[in-house]
């Protein structure tokens, strides 16, 4: 009887271990095409399912992460050049569109060796975060101007993290999931015409708790934007209180009318040498109006970036991105400034947040290393 029993269950692990991976292989966040060809490389996600089944406001709603992705697959160690991503939100089938204001956003990083650590690539200007993209309601696509690009190397694994979003749906369930597309070019490809390398910078505007905070990033959670710090209950629609150091909050309530911030994000420009500007956009919750990049040394307005919302519904229907080839001086030694306008059409306050997302030339990277 023992051996009876004991061979049904080898059996049975032998059938449902595949059958549960395959399983998974169709229904969890997967790679779902590959295309590579000279000039160009393209990598297709799909994640996993989501259920909208109430409002979800910023930051709340059902999340995942894709770990591990390779852009190049079973190949030597080769230079890669990421030019750009764009997000869909689709059906279950992965194609039929779903309404996009279901998006909170993503965020393509580098996937780090050791939970909490933040992976500095090599030969690259630092950065303080591990993100290369980010995108955000009204802005579901980047696309670098064109011989630029963020340099990574094809034995650096990436992880992708997506999250949903619901200000307006109150009917049956909505089942979706995310369709990426990550745009890259191979080194070897453009050897003729060499591309010009781009760092990030994330610029955060916030309202202080207390006293100054010496931090300068957002950071929390298991993965690069899946929280900004501990959950507390009053400074925003889903209260992360603690987010920029314990001192101030990246996500705030503003009051209804006009409301205008002016916040010094020089220490988050972290310059490590003079250079230049090339690509720019940002993120503002809804009724926010603009966001303005000020150079404050010289006085002078640097980039102005607008937001437009629905009108049938609420959410951020377009934020407007700045690019360049020639680009805009940025010098170390300069001090900056984040303008931000809001206004609240209604009687009771909102929540808010303002995110400059800037791209600049790398001056210490080295392709022939």
Same mark, same amino acid.
């Given at each position: ?6 061979? @049904?269950?080898?059996?049975? !692990?032998?059938?449902? =271990? &595949?059958?549960?991976?395959? /399983?998974?292989?169709?229904? $969890?966040?997967? %790679? ?94 630092? @950065?303080?975060?591990?993100? !290369?993209?980010?995108? =955000? &309601?009204?802005?579901?696509? /980047?696309?670098?101007?064109? $011989?630029?690009? %963020? ?104 009051? &209804? ?113």
């Amino acid at each position: 009887m023992r051996k009876v029993a004991r061979r @049904t269950l080898l059996v049975v !692990l032998a059938i449902g =271990i &595949p059958l549960m991976a395959w /399983i998974a292989s169709i229904t $969890g966040d997967r %790679v779902i095409a590959r295309e590579i060809t000279a000039g160009k490389g393209n990598v297709t996600l799909l994640s996993r399912g989501y259920t909208i089944d109430r409002l979800y406001q910023s930051m709340e709603g059902p999340a995942a992460v894709h770990h591990d992705i390779r852009l190049v697959e079973d190949s030597p160690k080769e230079l890669l050049w990421l030019t750009g991503i764009d997000c869909k939100i689709v059906a279950p089938d992965g194609e039929s569109q779903r309404p996009q204001d279901f998006f909170c956003h993503s965020n393509l990083t580098f996937r780090s060796a050791k939970k909490d650590e933040i992976y500095q690539p090599p030969g690259r200007a630092h @950065t303080p975060d591990s993100r !290369l993209f980010t995108l =955000i &309601p009204g802005r579901m696509a /980047i696309d670098l101007p064109a $011989g630029f690009g %963020v340099p990574v190397y094809s034995d650096e694994a990436l992880d992708y993290l997506t999250m949903s979003l619901n200000l307006n749906h109150r009917g049956a369930p909505v089942k979706l999931k995310f369709k990426t597309e990550i745009h890259f070019v191979r080194d070897v490809d453009v050897k003729s015409s060499p591309m010009k390398p781009l760092f990030r910078r994330a610029l955060y505007a916030y309202e202080q708790i207390g006293k100054e905070s010496p931090h300068s990033m957002c950071m929390g959670g298991d993965n690069a934007g899946a929280a900004c710090g501990p959950f507390i209950g009053k400074a925003a629609s889903n209260a992360f209180l603690a987010s920029l150091g314990k001192t101030n909050t990246v996500h705030w309530l503003i009051p &209804p009318g006009r409301y205008e911030s002016h916040v010094d994000i020089t220490n988050q420009m972290e310059l490590p040498f003079d250079t230049t500007g090339h690509y720019v956009t940002a993120h503002l919750h809804p009724f926010g109006k603009s966001v303005e990049l000020i150079d404050k040394t010289d006085n002078k307005s640097l980039v102005t970036l607008h937001a437009s919302d629905y009108d049938d519904r609420l959410g951020v229907r377009e934020m407007e991105q700045w690019s360049s080839i020639e680009g805009v001086p940025l010098a170390k030694d300069h001090h900056y400034e984040l303008l931000t306008t809001y206004y609240n059409p209604t009687d009771k306050p909102i929540d808010a947040m303002s995110i400059v997302y800037v791209y600049a030339l790398d001056k210490t990277f080295n392709v022939s290393r």
